[in-house]
């Protein structure tokens, strides 16, 4: 998979990207990473990328040719480098995105190529968003200062799914919100914890009774803490009778 960032802040992106399961992957060119710098593609001599926005307000917004010039040498660059290189798909990360979902993160994962164009100050000119963005995401219901820490997050959730990236590939399988809900508690040794020992259950070799119980508390977990959850599970078909008759013995 190729990842290409559009960020006036490379260092920050491809360092960060080095480390752990990312770092690894790109390692053994299970996806590789080009990052790309407005200020390179600015048409003045002070390499300006913002400017006061019309109307008036407070802070600056990111001016539209900058971006765009990144956009457009993106294919040429790759299609350098391989002659049938696809499209990538341009995802804006911003607070008024859709929700980032798990779901919209498998989806991802299974493009050839995705361009993350990260955003600074109060935006970036809404012109541009309308003819070069194909979706906007956004990692919660919170500010920062930039699209670079949003887009790492992205970028780690989408290549921990490629084939081959995890030593265990159904480690990800039973992560949070793959099917829906919300993962369980999980404990190795020692079996005594400060008073506290693990569940018997555990203990006890019978994969039919753990993973019943690991189902439970996946339900538990999520009831308590998401029961939003609970609600779009159910609307999907995704919850057993068991599931219901557990779910009824909790309140």
């Given at each position: ?138 990692v919660g ?10 887009a790492l ?99």
């Amino acid at each position: 998979m190729d990842v290409e960032v559009v960020t006036l802040f490379p260092e920050m992106v491809e360092h960060a990207a080095r480390f752990g399961v990312t770092g690894r992957a790109i390692e053994r060119g299970i996806w590789r990473l080009r990052c790309w710098n407005p200020r390179d593609h600015a048409s003045d001599a002070y390499r300006r990328v913002d400017d006061r926005p019309f109307g008036g307000g407070p802070g600056m917004v990111m001016l539209p040719e900058p971006l765009a010039a990144c956009l457009a040498a993106m294919p040429d660059a790759r299609r350098a480098e391989r002659p049938d290189a696809p499209r990538a798909r341009v995802t804006h990360l911003s607070p008024r995105g859709e929700p980032l979902t798990q779901r919209r993160v498998a989806e991802l994962a299974a493009l050839p190529a995705i361009a993350l164009l990260c955003g600074r100050y109060e935006g970036s000119d809404q012109r541009l968003l309308d003819a070069e963005v194909d979706e906007e995401v956004s990692v919660g219901d919170f500010v920062v200062s930039g699209g670079e820490l949003p887009a790492l997050a992205l970028v780690d959730a989408v290549v921990r799914l490629l084939p081959g990236v995890m030593t265990d590939e159904a480690s990800a399988q039973h992560d949070s919100f793959c099917d829906g809900l919300l993962e369980g508690p999980h404990y190795t040794r020692p079996e005594v914890f400060a008073g506290e020992p693990v569940p018997a259950v555990l203990l006890s070799g019978h994969h039919a009774r753990i993973a019943r119980w690991r189902r439970e508390q996946s339900l538990r977990a999520t009831a308590a803490r998401r029961p939003e959850l609970i609600d779009q599970a159910r609307r999907d078909g995704r919850l057993s009778a068991d599931d219901e008759a557990f779910l009824r013995g909790l309140s």
